[in-house]
């Protein structure tokens, strides 16, 4: 479709959720979907069964103002009011930015039932463990495209070594590790830093030269690569 042209085809069809919470305070959870549908030319009760799994979440607050909703509340309100035109392709803008952890994985089972049923999602999201999820990601830094790839082939592509670095002390280990003759990059990474090396890299070597600076319980050991060192090791790249 063209998207000067045909704006109205594309809006029948397209459904957007934006970042930042950008539905009517004022109104209650009731009266913004009633609005959205409105806008739509739609009734809730023709694409209630679409919405239903997520709006039964947040039916018990049905009467609360929107502005008074918690993070996971509004998220669920604003993905009720983006697919109650029942849209075939569906646009999250970083839908899970600044809600807790919980919220997060009930909002990507959501997400993967709306899947189910025959719609597409463009998700943009700054969490490495929710792009596992997709089917597809396009890994970008500064508006340029590093890679696109299923996330296993993502992950396969990673070729070089691969060390988890952990000990008592975490920061200084970090900048030793940056300054050892055959360590290409060393970043944190959870409880332990991830250390790319060259491919003769000799941890043993590494480990005494730690020991010998006074660095307590140190370890190292191969570790797992995952999308995370792949975008890290791009980035490095450009």
Known sequence: MDIVAEYKQIREVVGYMPGR????????VEENIAFFAALFGVCVEANYDLIAPIYRQIEPFRMRR???LSGGMKQKLALCCALIHRPSVLFLDEPTTGVDAVSRSEFWDMLSE???????????????DEAQRCDRIALINDAKILSIDTPQGI?????????????????????????????KECYPFGEAHHLIAEPEFDTARLMDE???????????RPAKAGIEDVFIKLMRHE
Do not use: C
Not at 210 to 220: P, Y
């Open 66 to 68: 929107a502005g008074k």
């Open 155 to 183: 992950v396969g592509s990673f070729n070089e070594p691969l060390y988890a670095l952990s000990g008592s002390d975490m920061y200084g280990l970090l900048i030793e590790a940056r300054r050892t003759e055959g360590v």
């Open 21 to 28: 919470f950008s539905l009517y305070p004022d109104l209650s």
């Open 210 to 220: 730690l020991t010998g600076l006074g660095f307590r319980n140190v370890a190292i």
């Open 114 to 128: 709306l899947k189910s049923k025959g719609i597409s999602m463009l998700v943009s999201t700054p969490y490495m």
